[in-house]
């Protein structure tokens, strides 16, 4: 099955990039990653740490403090690690999403990063509850796309039986 990156993933992987040469940075880091993330407006991973109660503006702070202490080389390719996690932490699925990215960030062993995250109550625990909750919070059941099963946004009615179908935008025959 295809992986469809969303694009808000698309964005952060765009600002990671802006993130390393702003801070003249032999490689994409992890730490890239997450400041290029935070920087990703009405995101679900924007909304999780909102959810967190995490102070955005003084995570950046403290992950851009440790970035710019950070020595890469340039064969190391941390980046790509984080995006294979991403692609790979929610099976049945078939996009990544910015909950997917911000999940991968607490599983891919940077000990700096990690130390950071978890000093904001950041962990692969707290995000997958947060994720939880907030699907909880919704109102009525979450629609799912019959093909891929991952959240639905078309909804189709037949008028002659009263049956809707359901489909993620990549799956929609519309």
Request: aromatic share 6%.
């Amino acid at each position: 099955m295809a992986i469809v990156w969303t694009d808000r993933a698309h964005l952060v992987r765009q600002y990671a990039r802006q993130e390393a040469n702003r801070l003249q940075a032999g490689a994409i880091a992890p730490c890239h990653v997450l400041l290029g993330l935070l920087r990703v407006p009405g995101s679900t991973a924007a909304s999780m740490l909102t959810w967190l109660n995490v102070d955005v503006a003084v995570l950046a702070e403290a992950v851009e403090a440790y970035a710019k202490t950070r020595r890469s080389s340039p064969e190391e390719e941390p980046m790509r690690d984080v995006f294979a996690t991403a692609a790979d932490c929610q099976p049945g699925q078939n996009y990544v999403g910015t909950e997917h990215i911000l999940y991968a960030l607490t599983t891919v062993g940077e000990a700096g990063l990690g130390e950071i995250l978890a000093e904001h109550d950041v962990t692969a625990e707290t995000c997958v509850r947060a994720f939880a909750e907030m699907s909880q919070a919704r109102s009525g059941p979450e629609l799912l796309c019959e093909n891929c099963g991952s959240p639905a946004s078309v909804h189709i009615s037949d008028g002659n039986t009263g049956l809707s179908r359901h489909y993620c935008r990549w799956c929609s025959p519309l």
